[in-house]
């Protein structure tokens, strides 16, 4: 990746996008799109659009990523000045004691989960359930009243930072990786021309809580074809291997009863003509993704799925292998390519 994607993942990662308050990581992606297409603007939901191509071509391709990171919310002021809070979306519990995060208030403020110190923790493995957890700032109740309305959102404060063997770490990779792959194909549709077909960029709210996102966009935009590109569980020790994918070895194509045969065949196909390392996800169900919703919207939506694979997810702590953010990239143009070249993919009928 080169050294401006880079900086541009980065500003990606380290700006906040939660659900209600997504204008700052929402505003880094409009900047980008806005260099390879004048046909950038935002929905009711809140979503990103940007389209490419002829918009009155027959076939509409819709790619989507969420743009939405988890987080907590404020719930009451305890005595002293503590904050009481519950989960947007999927935190567990055992990894906010001791952790520094950050309080989207009136005006932002720090503050520290509490935690018993080791040596008052008789039961060393009895982690504190998240409705006996509070938030300390350091501030009155007074104070912590007048800066902290019932309702802000919390986020974690960590910056990304840049590991070894071209490795990132962050908080909200799940799904900023998603968006650069998106924002990545953008720069790539630059030089191509699709006369044929319109493809469509769906940068989505609110999938960690209900995929309002992909539900109010995917009804407007009413694709033939969406890709839904996310992130998925990669090997780490203590993790059953089985399903799971490798850091480095390309997006994970998704196989599911609810996902497109046709679609889901033709990646590998193209994975495999062009080279592009790919592994499988296979799901006996849903895939708790937007593709679960999109798939439904109005008449039907042919729906394929891409996670790219990451460790640790829904912590501060996430990690993905940079290459794999290109892999998915390359592999959902060429996809396009296929279709525009050849007509692979019939774009009626059933699924």
Do not use: W
Not at 21 to 38: P, Q, R
């Amino acid at each position: 990746m080169v050294e401006l994607e880079r900086e541009l993942f980065f500003n990606l990662l380290n700006n906040f996008g939660v659900l209600g308050s997504e204008e700052d990581v929402l505003n880094v992606a409009k900047k980008e799109l806005e260099k390879y297409t004048n046909k950038v603007y935002r929905d009711k939901s809140n979503n990103l659009i940007a389209e490419f191509f002829n918009p009155k071509a027959t076939k509409h391709v819709v790619l989507d990523a969420h743009l939405d990171q988890v987080s907590l919310i404020v719930t009451h002021i305890c005595k002293g000045g503590f904050i009481k809070f519950s989960s947007c979306g999927g935190i567990d519990s055992r990894i906010l004691p001791g952790k520094l995060l950050k309080i989207l208030g009136a005006k932002e403020i720090f503050g520290i989960v509490s935690n018993v110190p080791p040596h008052l923790n008789a039961e060393k493995d009895d982690y504190l359930k998240k409705e006996d957890l509070v938030i300390d700032t350091g501030l009155s109740e007074e104070k912590v009243k007048g800066l902290v309305p019932i309702g802000s959102l919390i986020v974690f404060s960590e910056k990304a930072q840049e590991l070894l063997n071209n490795r990132i770490v962050s908080k909200a990779i799940d799904n900023r990786a998603g968006v650069m792959t998106l924002l990545h194909c953008a720069k790539m549709f630059s030089e191509k021309d699709f006369k044929d077909l319109k493809v469509s960029i769906l940068l989505s709210t609110g999938e960690e809580i209900n995929a309002l996102g992909a539900k109010t966009g995917s009804f407007i935009l009413e694709p033939d074809i969406a890709i839904v590109v996310d992130t998925s569980f990669a090997k780490q020790p203590k993790v059953d291997e089985i399903n799971k994918g490798e850091l480095g070895k390309g997006p994970m194509i998704g196989i599911s009863p609810c996902l497109c045969k046709e679609i889901y065949n033709e990646l590998i196909s193209v994975a495999k003509k062009e080279k592009i390392p790919y592994q499988f996800e296979v799901m006996p169900q849903k895939t708790g993704t937007n593709a679960d919703h999109i798939l439904s919207s109005k008449g039907g939506v042919k729906i394929g799925l891409l996670s790219v694979p990451i460790r640790y997810m829904h912590t501060m702590s996430e990690v993905l292998d940079l290459k794999d953010i290109e892999h998915t990239s390359n592999l959902l143009v060429h996809f396009i390519e296929r279709m525009f070249d050849q007509d692979a993919l019939s774009v009626k009928g059933s699924s």
